[in-house]
């Protein structure tokens, strides 16, 4: 999953949601430095990409994908579930999405001296885009996989993500509404702990 659902899935526990926006920029021994909420943020993080990965439902988005897009198939189906989220937002919480984007980036401002260089970089162009909000845009969302597509090592193609969504967009939405309410349940609120895992959260440790 992108930005928007692993904010969604944080709960209202800053330390939970700052370690899950910095958690792809954690590796290794650096986990030690955060306190306990940020590390439980990281292995929250980890713990809901490798229930995403391994799920037959997304393995199937990413199949219909990888004809065009290869490589970068489980991105695109990152993104595409992140705008059926900002899209159906209402259909799962009864919170507003634009004040719910607000308070993400202002909890994210606080602590701006600590985030890792690469969450530096994106977080000033999350909030002047504000992506969480635009994902629901396939005009703001066009504008998302052409950057993503610029900063490519690989020729991507995810420039062409957006008109492949259009011809296919029931499909990825059926599989985004059978995935999704399972990944809340797992998830609910941030609060999912090792004891609750059949697989303990520290061993998704990279």
Request: aromatic residues 14%; proline residues 4%; charged residues 25%.
């Amino acid at each position: 999953m992108n930005f928007l659902a692993h904010a969604f899935l944080s709960g209202n526990d800053p330390d939970i949601l700052f370690g899950n926006f910095v958690a792809d920029s954690i590796k290794g021994n650096l986990l030690e430095r955060y306190s306990p909420g940020v590390k439980q943020g990281v292995l929250l993080h980890r713990a809901i990409d490798d229930f995403t990965d391994h799920h037959p439902v997304v393995r199937k988005s990413i199949e219909r994908l990888q004809p065009a897009f290869r490589k970068y198939s489980g991105v695109v189906t990152d993104i595409y579930f992140d705008h059926f989220l900002a899209k159906y937002w209402s259909e799962y919480t009864d919170q507003d999405l634009s004040a719910f984007a607000t308070r993400v980036y202002k909890l994210l401002i606080v602590r701006y001296a600590s985030l890792p260089p690469r969450s530096k970089r994106i977080l000033p162009w999350m909030i002047a885009q504000n992506w969480l909000v635009g994902y629901a845009n396939l005009n703001d969302l066009q504008r998302v996989f052409n950057g993503m597509s610029r900063r490519a090592r690989f020729d991507s193609g995810m420039d062409q993500a957006v008109g492949f969504l259009k011809i296919h967009y029931g499909e990825f939405l059926d599989d985004f509404r059978m995935f999704f309410p399972e990944l809340m349940q797992e998830f609910q609120n941030g609060s999912k702990t090792e004891k609750d895992n059949e697989t303990p959260i520290s061993s998704l440790i990279i």
